[in-house]
């Protein structure tokens, strides 16, 4: 009987050991929608992102950073389908950063928040040669704040949350503006 007791006794301190389920991270990237055929030779994804270790820039610290969220997507939903055509397509990912900033509050019956904001530009430009036929972009940010005493779980899902935002609008903005010349 001891034993048996001894034994309950463990496994319930197991399972209260247990760690908390994580969020799954998912950022869309249009990898479930039809990718759209762009009448030049060649699609071109380039990033200019600079790359920050230090607050207030935390996008090391994400599952995904906004520039590989952005360039996954690019790669997705563009290619090209006429490849003797002399004209290239190049998506120019600029900015992709994700900043925090602490906002203390006066009151102590208020909670301190973290203010995260995601800030981007993306262009998207028809070139023949070095000549840029067309060139359109976008440029946005998302902004989320939370308590700075939120659990990890909270913070991803607010991450996940702006970067989607963000897709959908790059998304919506940049493939219902191509002229039909390049569909």
Not at 47 to 76: C, G, M, Y
Not at 137 to 143: H, K
Request: aromatic content about 12%; hydrophobic content about 40%; charged content about 25%.
């Amino acid at each position: 009987m001891r034993t048996f007791v001894g034994a309950l006794i463990g496994f319930c301190f197991l399972v209260a050991c247990q760690g908390p389920d994580l969020h799954s991270f998912f950022v869309d990237t249009g990898q479930d929608k039809q990718p759209i055929a762009l009448n030049v030779g060649a699609v071109q994804v380039v990033s200019q992102v600079s790359s920050f270790d230090r607050l207030p820039h935390i996008e090391n610290q994400l599952p995904v950073s906004p520039e590989q969220a952005l360039t996954d997507w690019a790669k997705n939903r563009f290619y090209a389908y006429n490849t003797s055509s002399p004209i290239k397509a190049r998506i120019l990912i600029e900015e992709a950063y994700m900043t925090q900033e602490d906002r203390k509050n006066e009151a102590w019956y208020v909670f301190d928040n973290v203010s995260y904001r995601l800030t981007y530009k993306i262009v998207l430009s028809f070139m023949k040669g070095s000549d840029t036929l067309y060139s359109q972009s976008v440029i946005g940010f998302e902004m989320e704040e939370i308590p700075m005493k939120s659990s990890l779980t909270k913070k991803e899902q607010t991450f996940e949350k702006m970067m989607n935002k963000m897709i959908q609008k790059v998304d919506r903005k940049l493939t219902d503006d191509i002229p039909n010349q390049f569909k």
